[in-house]
């Protein structure tokens, strides 16, 4: 089924540790996105990619950082994890950058992340 | 600054009509989408409109007036399955989408 595949499911960390929370596509879009969505607010983007070779910041990339080596996979790390950063992570992609009408978004199923 | 506000919470009963409304201040406009999504799942795409009137689609229906800065999703025949979060999202002139926190539908039987 195509689609996003976001790994680990869930996970408890522990301050100041290091985690990459990995996404991956098979519909061959161009353009990828991490957003969190907390309690009360609506989806907040993180980092996003256009294009494979090419990021970008979104509303708020302190603390976080991605990579985009190929069209499939959209990493995001955490380098030093802090307790604000509990959260469930939603990666998404499209089939290109810059959002219309034409270019819905797909989401993949998230990842919850609670640090302590 | 940019802002979407929508109801936190609402609750209707099965076979029911509910109206859940969005008003947006944004700088510019460019479309605005509707998504479901069911509790510990992802958002799925519902809608999206970016001219003024209403769009149809089966038991879902959404509204915009983009002079009023508004939209509402109308949803008929409510079935339990329907209990989701119902998120609005604008694309403001940046081509950048700003999402609303959501509204909670409880759906009765």
């Known amino acids: 089924i195509a689609g996003i595949t976001q790994a680990p499911t869930s996970q408890i960390l522990a301050a100041g540790r290091r985690m990459t929370l990995r996404c991956t596509q098979d519909?061959?879009?161009?353009?990828m996105y991490w957003y969190r969505q907390d309690l009360g607010l609506g989806l907040r983007l993180i980092h996003y990619s256009n294009t494979a070779g090419t990021t970008g910041k979104g509303e708020v990339p302190d603390g976080y950082s991605v990579s985009r080596a190929n069209t499939d996979d959209f990493p995001l790390t955490l380098a030093s994890a802090v307790p604000s950063q509990t959260s469930v992570y939603f990666c998404?992609?499209?089939?290109?950058?810059?959002?219309?009408?034409?270019?819905?978004?797909?989401f993949g199923a998230g990842s919850r992340l609670t640090v302590l | 600054g940019q802002n979407i506000d929508q109801p936190t919470e609402m609750t209707a009963t099965e076979g029911a009509i509910v109206q859940i409304n969005c008003t947006y201040q944004?700088?510019?406009?460019?479309?605005l989408f509707w998504y479901q999504q069911h509790a510990g799942e992802a958002p799925t795409f519902l809608s999206y409109n970016v001219l003024d009137g209403l769009e149809e689609k089966g038991r879902f229906s959404s509204f915009l007036s983009r002079s009023k800065g508004y939209s509402y999703l109308l949803l008929k025949e409510l079935q339990m399955k329907d209990s989701a979060s119902y998120l609005c999202?604008?694309?403001?002139?940046?081509?950048?989408?700003?999402w609303g926190a959501g509204t909670k539908l409880i759906i009765k039987p």
């Open positions: 998404a992609s499209s089939a290109s950058g810059g959002a219309s009408g034409a270019n819905v978004l797909t």
């Open positions: 519909m061959r879009h161009n353009a």
């Open positions: 944004t700088s510019g406009f460019n479309g």
């Open positions: 999202a604008v694309i403001d002139s940046n081509y950048q989408l700003i």
